[in-house]
């Protein structure tokens, strides 16, 4: 899987409480083995579909800005698609578009080289039927068949948390015999009007196939 990013803003998330509460969709996947002490999981994810921008050229901000309208309506047609609520219908450069609610998590890493942000799309789409962008910097992809190895915890998705966490992670790998087969990358689940204590964070690294 090609790198992809997280970015954790209060409009990502809006809807979760300071206690962690939320009401967005998170992307299905089934636990294949679970080491509770270390919070780690080897998990698999079927398929996802994920709409991008790229980062280098328009920044952090400037690539969530562009995937948030995205969402929010700047895509065309799809407006027979059962979506997850909320569903609105509005025109958007002159293409009836559909508000898509979100799914978490937003990825996220730092290889200037693969400088993508993407977000992952309501699981009953697929790449044939997923909305597509009326910005043509805004891109589709589907990820398939995607098994990762995944550490939780919780306070901020900080450099040193990230680090401290990706190191645990790659130790416990490494004694279990799994290959990675990717770079780490950082996830998030809640905005920040969560009080830290009860964020759900991850440092999740794809693996070789057995």
């Not at 967005?24 to 079927?46: C, F, K």
């Not at 508000?99 to 730092?110: E, G, L, R």
């Amino acid at each position: 899987m090609k790198s992809v990013f997280t970015l954790f803003t209060a409009a990502l998330l809006a809807g979760c409480s300071v206690v962690g509460q939320s009401h967005v969709e998170i992307a299905p996947y089934t636990q294949l083995q679970v080491d509770e002490s270390l919070g780690i999981d080897v998990r698999h994810y079927d398929a996802m579909v994920l709409v991008s921008a790229d980062m280098a050229a328009h920044g952090q901000n400037g690539a969530f800005r562009k995937l948030f309208r995205y969402i929010s309506g700047a895509n065309e047609g799809a407006r027979d698609i059962a979506m997850t609520a909320p569903v609105f219908m509005e025109a958007s450069n002159g293409h009836q578009g559909v508000s898509i609610a979100m799914t978490a998590p937003v990825f996220m890493t730092d290889t200037p080289e693969q400088a993508r942000m993407s977000f992952v799309m309501p699981a009953h789409f697929t790449l044939e039927t997923t909305p597509k962008p009326t910005d043509p910097s805004v891109t589709l992809s589907e990820v398939s068949d995607y098994r990762v190895a995944a550490i939780r915890f919780s306070g901020r998705l900080s450099d040193r948390n990230v680090a401290k966490q990706t190191a645990v992670l790659q130790k416990w790998l490494l004694e279990q015999g799994y290959q990675p087969a990717s770079a780490p990358l950082k996830a998030g689940y809640h905005g920040p009007m969560t009080l830290p204590m009860f964020r759900r964070n991850e440092v999740l690294i794809a693996l070789q196939a057995p």
